[in-house]
Structure formats: C-alpha cells, structure tokens
C-alpha cells in the first residue's frame, strides 16, 4: 500500500504532505454538525469499510459508548471530521474492520494511515491534558485552539509533542547500526533518544552517539523529520561522521552497536520510519 520509496521526509507516513490537501484541520469550537467522516480509533486500529473507505453519516455508525462524545478535528474533502475512541470491550461493528496504524506493513492508504495517525494524537492530548500540570485543577478548551486552560489557577498548556533525535552515522564504507532487545530478529536500526534540557539537536546527537555507543561523531546535519505519533514524538532525522572511539554499548538502552559495511546491511527498519529514509539516502551515495 505505501510507497517504495520517498522524494523527501517531509512525504514519509505520518506527515501532512501525505494528506494531499484532503485535511483541513480546525478546532473542535469549530464543528458545525451535518454529515461527515468518522475517525473510529478503537486501540491502535483505525476501523474502516470493507472498501477501505472511511464511514460516513451524520451520526456514527456505532452507538456512543459512556461518557464519550465525538471530537470535531477538521474536514476531510470538505465534510466534517469527527474522532471517537471505542473501548476494546465494545468490539467491531458489523461492515468494519480495524487497521493498525503502527503496523510494520500497513493496508491503508497514506493519507488515511496518516489521518488516523494525527487523529490519535489529538486523543492523547485529550487524554492527558483534562487537569491543570501544576495545580491538578480541571481544564478548559481554550476556543480557536488545541490549548487547555485550568479553570482554578489559569495556567494555559498547548499540545505536548516530544522532540526526539535520529541519526545515521557513517564512515567511509559502513554505517553504525544499533539494535534494541525486544526489535525482531537480526533488525539493526539508528541511535535516537529524546532532547534533554539546555541542548540543541545536534547536541543531543553528540550525546546521545556517545551514551550509547561510545563513539564521537562530528559533522552533524539535519535531512529531515517525521511526526510520530505512537503515541506524540516528533523525529528529527540527521547524519554524523564518525571522529574516533571504539564502540562500547550501553546495555541499559541498546543490545548492541556495529559497523556494517553498506554492500552487507542487516535486516533493516520498516520503509514507513525516517530510520530506513536515512539510511537508504546514504547506503545508495
Ligand atoms: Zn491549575
């Protein structure tokens, strides 16, 4: 279903470029009723027609589970976009079935496998933003945006997406390849971890290369990046040359870390991940 290959990052699943214009998002003070889409998330499956197409209607095709209300997010192709969580107790409509979106292989369409990753999202951040960070308080919509405001302190807070580094690093030849206990057999990937206070990307490269594998690297670019939204990362892509050091693996956070010569590379990443984009850019140069 997804593409071989892709003409920049910006066109990886999960990124609005994927969603050819169908999408325009808007905030739930926005929804206007009448027919639409629904965005049926039920776990990490997104639950579609037998056809593959989204089910329509103005009211979803399932009866409300307590205490859920749909979620206007947008319009798709100009109707209404609305999201609902469905308990996994309540099982699969009849005429539906799920796709999972974070599956390796996925059979949805890009711009749907990318609607439903952005659907999910938005329902973390529902989940996870009903009490106020610093006081507990409940919190509000703020109208016209994703934001939450406490209604006891007035403390604001907006969409939380995680920043996270990925690198590739190379030498003349090879890459270094890590891999973490739990990953399928023989799957090699990139180091990544996530920002931490006071540094820049690149900084957090360095670090993390150094962390978990021992070596330094230098050179350090930026290609790309890909929202990841399992359940609300963004991944910022980048390459760095190799400057010295033996490798030494930080057993806490990976099982292992090799070179591979670029003609004999392992088992690699899902096409779907910026992991294999970055890699794939610089095992063809
Ligand atoms: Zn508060």
């Known amino acids: ?39 049926l998330l039920r776990g990490g499956e997104l639950l579609v027609e037998a056809t593959g197409a989204l089910p329509r209607g103005i009211a979803p095709p399932v009866p409300l589970p307590d205490g859920r209300t749909p979620l206007h997010i947008g319009r798709w192709d100009g109707s209404p976009c609305r999201v609902l969580a469905l308990p996994k107790e309540l099982g699969i409509p009849s005429g539906l079935h799920g796709e999972n979106l974070s599956a390796v292989e996925p059979q949805l369409p890009i711009e749907l496998l990318t609607l439903g990753g952005i659907a999910g999202q938005i329902l973390h951040w529902q989940r996870t933003s009903r009490h106020c960070p610093r006081c507990g308080g409940a919190t509000i919509a703020v109208s016209g945006s994703w934001g939450r405001a406490c209604g006891a302190c007035g403390y604001e807070h907006f969409p ?38 006071g540094e820049s990307l690149e900084e957090a490269v360095v670090r993390e290369v150094r962390e978990e594998t021992g070596v330094e690297v230098t050179d350090v670019r930026y290609v790309g990046s890909q929202c990841w939204p399992f359940p609300s990362q963004l991944m910022a892509g980048f390459t760095a040359a190799y400057a010295g050091g033996e490798i030494r693996v930080d057993t806490t956070e990976l ?31």
């Open 160 to 197: 939380h997406i995680h920043p996270c580094v990925i690198v590739v690093i190379r030498r003349p030849g090879e890459l270094l390849l890590a891999r973490k206990a739990g990953w399928p057999v023989g799957r090699y990937g990139l180091v990544a971890g996530f920002l931490d206070f």
């Open 255 to 285: 099982e292992d870390a090799r070179w591979f010569s670029l003609d004999a590379l392992p088992n690699l990443p899902p096409k779907r991940s910026i992991a294999r984009f970055l890699i794939d850019q610089h095992s063809r140069d």
């Open 1 to 39: 279903m997804l593409p071989e290959h892709y003409p920049s990052s910006d066109h990886l699943p999960f990124n609005s470029s994927c969603l050819a214009g169908r999408f325009q998002p808007e905030s739930p003070d926005r929804a206007s009723g009448g027919a639409g889409v629904w965005l």
